[in-house]
Structure formats: C-alpha cells, structure tokens
C-alpha cells in the first residue's frame, strides 16, 4: 500500500482579526504603545484587555502582563510565598511552571500524576503534610482537568492555598464552573501556541483584593496603579504599595489590542479545537496498539493538542515510530524522550530542582505519552488525513 502524505505545517496559525490589524496601525501612528501612556481618563488597550478577560473569566480583578510564567511568578509572590518557601505542583507540566516557582525564590515539590494526566491527590495530600508548602500550584498541562470537586475540597481539608496554571484550559470548565476559578488566582498565557495569540503575554485574576493590588505593584505599576481595567479600590493599594517590589513585566498596548480582538471569538474557537480533536481522537482510538485515557463527562477541555499511547509498541520503538509518523508529515512530541527535545516537560530534566525526587508513576504514565498539536488551520479533511496516516504506520510497526 502506498504511504499517505500529510503537507501542512503543524506550527501554523490562523491570521490576526483584521479588527487588530487596524487598531495596531492607530497605535503605531499614535506611538503610544506603553500601558501608561494615557491622556485624562482614557483607558489604555492593556486596561481594556483587563477589563473584557475579567468580564469573560467572571473573576472581579485581572491583571494583563508580560507571560504566563511571569503571571505565576509574581502571583506567588502575591500569595504570600517567602524565599526557601515550598511550592506544591505537578510532575508533568511545562518547564515555564517550576521556573516560575524558582523566580520566586521558592522551591518546587513535585507531585505524581497518575495515567490520566491528573494530579495523583494520594500523594498531594502525603507531600502536603511531609512538607511545609502552603500553597498548590495546579498545572493543567495540556488542558487535563481533574475532579476539581475532590481536589478543592482535599486542598481545603489540607489548608492549601491553590494557584491554577491555565495555559491550555482557558475557555475550559470543570462542571459549570471554568477552569480558572476554582483558586485564589489563575494564570493564563496569550504565547503564540495557546488559546489567545498575541505572541507573548500573560493575564492573572483573582477575587481577592489584596492580592489583586500586589500583583499590580509587582508587574511594574509605579504609582500609575489606578490606570488598570480591572483592579481594586485605591484604598486597597495604600496597605501594598510601598512594600510590593517592582518586577517589570507589564503588557503593551499592541499586544493587547491583539489580543482584543480575539476575545470575542474564544469561545467558538474552543469549538472549532475540538471538533478536530474529536476527529483526531476517534481515528487514533481506533486504531489497534493506540490508546487515549478516557475523560470525565464533567471535563470541558479544549482539545488543542492531543495525547495518546502507542501502547502496542515497545518503548524502544517509540523514535522510529516518530520519524515515520514525520517522514509521513505528521509531527508527534514525546514526552518521555530521555532528552527532552523542543520543550521540555519531563521533570528529571530540571536539574535545578534539588533534591530531584524519584517519581515512578509520572514516569509511567510519560513513558510512551505522544502529543501531537491541533492548529485551527487545519479543517476536518486534514485531520482524518493525519488520523490514516497514524492508522498507517501503527499497523505497520505493530507487524514488526
Ligand atoms: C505555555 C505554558 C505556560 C506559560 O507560558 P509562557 O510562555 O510563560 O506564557 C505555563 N504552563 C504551561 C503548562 C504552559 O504550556
């Protein structure tokens, strides 16, 4: 039979709304591209993206900035972690996430997940008391959700503060609630690769005001704070405001104008994700030696990107199996490479991490973990064409 070829790139975007385009171009022939940079009441582009994400989240304070991992970085700051202090978090996330927690001058305890992709709560709970971590931060890498009843209510009973990674759950919910308010404060990205794309960037909520205030001062405010979209009361900066260090990381107006412009179509993008990742997922599922866990009905992901197992090949053929799944066009991660290649997202490569726990069940569950990315340039036709070329190759290493 002769091999299926698939041609496009997997790192292609769609293009920005042409409503950015043209606000980018007033901005340019205005030169103010800095947040402050404001006349009278005017409300900068930056305030306006904190205002509209606040409104979407229904979270009552947004800050805009510069990255996600800056975003987690200055919200445990905010949350009240010291330095030495002990951070909670899962084994399996993105290097940005336990870099966050060592910016912060805090140390990273890892926590297992279990074959699911979600937070083993047996072994939070068994950290949580042989540490002195005071807080959890809940990374929803690739936009798994747990039970997030079980686990707020376990973080409770453990006295827990809980900060939320939401780089791939944004537009995401757990039952009725999105992801992202369930903690005190959440985290999101606007990177090029997740659910807004404004290159780079960052948007923190929380309801809780002192934080709010802080993160504030932290993201490089001066005494500017009162130009933010969604940020509390002045009175509320009086008690923060001369002892929040300035850690610069604030957004520009350009990209906040991009990402305006995208907010409005979120939530039928999320759609558009998954009814590819519906297609991807039923192709790959029936394919024998391919398995996928199964989700919890309770679980709105957004399937941007997809995991699956070659669990009918032997670990060792994994790198063959990839190249022939690349010679054929289609790009696969792994994310239990010895030698983590273009991200990194095993926990054992963060060498900083001191001393690295031994961690069986995370390894397992990487072991043989395949991602394959889901760009929304990609229509339904493309999808059944890299789900046969998967079908493809699996059938022919499983008759090695
Ligand atoms: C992308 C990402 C982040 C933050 O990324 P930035 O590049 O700092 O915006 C955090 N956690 C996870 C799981 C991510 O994928």
């Known amino acids: ?20 385009k043209k606000r980018v171009m007033e901005l340019l022939d205005s030169g103010r591209l800095h947040r402050y940079n404001t006349v009278g009441s005017e409300l900068s582009d930056a305030a306006l993206l904190e205002q509209d994400f606040a409104h979407y989240q229904g979270r009552k304070y947004c800050l805009a900035c510069t990255s996600g991992g800056y975003g987690l970085h200055i919200a445990l700051r905010a949350m009240g972690l010291q330095a030495g202090g002990q951070v909670l978090t899962n084994a399996y996330t993105l290097a940005p996430v336990p870099g966050a927690i060592h910016a912060a001058g805090g140390q990273p305890v890892l926590v297992e997940i279990d074959e699911n992709y979600h937070l083993d709560l047996a072994d939070l709970k068994a950290k949580a008391k042989s540490s002195h971590a005071k807080i959890l ?99 509320v900066f009086e008690q923060v405001r001369l002892t929040s260090a300035n850690m610069s990381g604030r957004m520009d107006n350009i990209r906040a104008a991009i990402g305006l412009a995208q907010l409005p179509n979120l939530d039928d993008n999320c759609k558009r994700w998954n009814r590819r990742y519906s297609i991807l997922r039923n192709a790959i599922v029936a394919v024998p030696g391919l398995a996928i866990p199964a989700r919890d009905a309770r679980e709105s992901f957004v399937g941007s990107s997809l995991q699956f197992r070659p669990i009918g090949l032997d670990g060792a053929q994994i790198p063959d199996f990839m190249s022939a799944c690349a010679a054929q066009g289609v790009e ?24 690295m726990p031994h961690l069986p069940n995370t390894l397992r569950a990487l072991e043989k973990t395949l991602d394959l990315r889901v760009p929304l340039t990609f229509n339904d036709e493309d999808c059944h064409l890299i789900g046969a070329v998967i079908a493809q190759v699996t059938a022919e290493f499983m008759g090695r």
Request: with cysteine; hydrophobic share 40%.
């Open 1 to 20: 039979m002769s091999k299926i070829q698939f041609n496009k790139a997997f790192t292609q975007q769609e293009p920005i709304p042409e409503t950015a």
């Open 137 to 235: 931060l809940l990374s929803l890498m690739r936009g798994h959700i747990p039970d997030m009843d079980r686990l707020m209510a376990l973080c409770n009973e453990l006295g827990l503060q809980v900060l939320e990674d939401c780089a791939h759950t944004m537009g995401g919910a757990w039952g009725k609630v999105k992801s992202g308010n369930f903690g005190q404060v959440a985290a999101f990205s606007l990177q090029t690769y997740k659910h807004l794309n404004t290159g780079e960037g960052g948007l923190v909520v929380t309801d809780d005001a002192e934080i709010a205030a802080r993160l504030i001062m932290h993201s490089g405010a001066y005494m500017l704070y009162e130009r933010h979209g969604a940020a509390p009361a002045p009175e």
């Open 332 to 355: 696969l991660k792994w994310f239990g490479d010895d030698n983590p290649k273009g991200f990194t997202s095993r926990y054992d490569s963060w060498h900083y991490i001191d001393p």
